[in-house]
């Protein structure tokens, strides 16, 4: 079966979907808080970021232009895995021992924050590709969409460099890094279905 670029934009694009939307009845569920799916839920993610990074792999190699945002997409897929893997195996372990010994809760308290700042940077990856491709989108002419990328690109940007440097004590709370985050992955993923059906 051969995959040529318009199919490889296209199929990034409904993963990208797929993934805004689990991870928008993820946290809906929790904040809700309602019993969570996680292995299911994180397990599903991880699937289609497996998928992810070898789709948009080839659209960078494939690509003409915009290889920073296939580069985006790729790793923000890539370190998505690491997070997923770190929260499926390592979670639950770590916070069981910290129940039954008092010394290992500065190590489970570290998993977590190992976990978030894999998590930060994803996002960040993602904000810049919707950046990149929203510019692009503005550029074709589609100045709603493309200019609402843009917008939300910068703010999940902004947000999780913030998270980054100043820990997840500061100001801003990782709800709304999460949040931009995901929506950035939304527009993004309509931002390449658009594109993909010009091409």
């Keep these: 079966m051969e995959f040529t670029q318009q199919r490889t934009v296209k199929i990034?694009?409904?993963?990208?979907?797929?993934?805004?939307?689990?991870?928008?009845?993820?946290?809906a569920l929790y904040l809700s808080k309602v019993s969570v799916p996680r292995q299911f839920l994180w397990g599903l993610e991880g699937v289609l970021f497996t998928f992810l990074i070898a789709f948009a792999g080839a659209a960078m190699v494939q690509a003409k232009h915009y290889q920073v945002g296939?580069?985006?997409?790729?790793?923000?897929?890539?370190?998505?895995?690491v997070q997923v893997s770190i929260g499926l195996t390592m979670f639950r372990p770590f916070y069981e021992a910290a129940g039954q010994l008092e010394d290992l809760k500065p190590i489970a308290g570290a998993v977590v924050a190992l976990s978030f700042m894999i998590y930060y940077t994803a996002k960040l990856l993602l904000g810049l590709a919707a950046l990149i491709f929203g510019m692009a989108k503005i550029s074709e002419g589609s100045k709603?969409?493309?200019?609402?990328?843009?917008?939300?690109?910068?703010?999940?940007?902004a947000a999780n460099v913030?998270?980054?440097i100043l820990g997840r004590d500061g100001f801003l709370s990782s709800y709304f890094a999460?949040?931009?985050?995901?929506?950035?992955?939304?527009?993004?993923?309509?931002?390449?279905?658009?594109?993909?059906?010009?091409?």
């Design 162 to 164: 913030i998270l980054i």
């Design 144 to 157: 709603v969409l493309g200019g609402l990328t843009v917008l939300v690109g910068i703010v999940a940007m």
């Design 70 to 81: 296939w580069s985006a997409i790729a790793f923000s897929a890539v370190l998505n895995i």
């Design 178 to 199: 999460g949040a931009s985050g995901v929506l950035a992955t939304l527009l993004l993923g309509l931002c390449l279905l658009t594109l993909a059906r010009e091409d």
């Design 12 to 27: 990034t694009s409904y993963l990208l979907l797929a993934l805004a939307i689990t991870q928008a009845i993820y946290t």
